[in-house]
T-cell receptor, first 112, second 116 residues
Framework: EDQVTQSPEALRLQEGESSSLNCSYTVSGLRGLFWYRQDPGKGPEFLFTLYSAGEEKEKERLKATLTKKESFLHITAPKPEDSATYLCAVQAYGGSQGNLIFGKGTKLSVKP | EPEVTQTPSHQVTQMGQEVILRCVPI?????FYWYRQILGQKVEFLVS????????KSEIFDDQFSVERPDGSNFTLKIRSTKLEDSAMYFC??????????????FGSGTQLSVL
């Protein structure tokens, strides 16, 4: 069964304290791995898509990496506005366009 | 920036009643989706829709659920006879039609459905 597991469930950081979020996945065949950000009461907001092991994508203070079994979202010198829940999702071969399997997310809190 | 719009933001209904959740996808998008998120749980895929027909549906999307694109702008999710376990946040999403896979989905802000 295709599955996505994220850790930790919650992470508290001080402003400027860098860290990483983990996404482990089990999928029959990976078409793509996605990172989304979700603010309270809002829908997920797209951050990155990664397609193959070794690939990296960056956006401002965020950097996503991918291996054959997991992905990391590295947050460098976070700011309070980075506080949100970060969701990882995979699209498997055999699934239709847009059929994403999500993890439960990591709730990030950044204190000033 | 274009966005997916969902109405209402909150819907309260009695068990057994029919509800219709409405969505206006981004205007040039042709793929549409419904997801749901039960409080504290994962975001779950319900259904994908393209070219006026369902492309794929999950096990959750049983005979009580239906989707429709009644006109050129709206996309609806109907639950015929709501159950307590249908209480969740329902997200509509859309993506651009192209031959590329792994297109990013644009999500709306959701409709919080409470079944009493």
């Amino acid at each position: 069964e295709d599955q996505v597991t994220q850790s930790p469930e919650a992470l508290r950081l001080q402003e400027g304290e860098s860290s990483s979020l983990n996404c482990s996945y089990t999928v029959s065949g990976l078409r793509g791995l996605f990172w989304y950000r979700q603010d309270p009461g809002k829908g997920p907001e797209f951050l990155f898509t990664l397609y193959s092991a070794g690939e990296e994508k960056e956006k401002e203070r965020l950097k996503a990496t991918l291996t054959k079994k997991e992905s990391f979202l590295h947050i460098t010198a976070p700011k309070p506005e980075d506080s949100a829940t970060y969701l990882c999702a995979v699209q498997a071969y055999g699934g239709s366009q847009g059929n994403l399997i999500f993890g439960k997310g990591t709730k990030l809190s950044v204190k000033p | 920036e274009p966005e997916v719009t969902q109405t209402p933001s909150h819907q309260v209904t009695q068990m057994g009643q029919e509800v219709i959740l409405r969505c206006v996808p981004i205007s040039n998008h042709l793929y549409f989706y419904w997801y749901r998120q039960i409080l504290g749980q994962k975001v779950e895929f319900l259904v994908s829709f393209y070219n006026n027909e369902i492309s794929e549906k999950s096990e959750i999307f049983d005979d009580q659920f239906s989707v429709e694109r009644p006109d050129g702008s709206n996309f609806t999710l109907k639950i015929r006879s709501t159950k307590l376990e249908d209480s969740a946040m329902y997200f509509c999403a859309s993506s651009v039609s192209s031959r590329a896979t792994n297109e990013k989905l644009f999500f709306g802000s959701g409709t919080q459905l409470s079944v009493l």
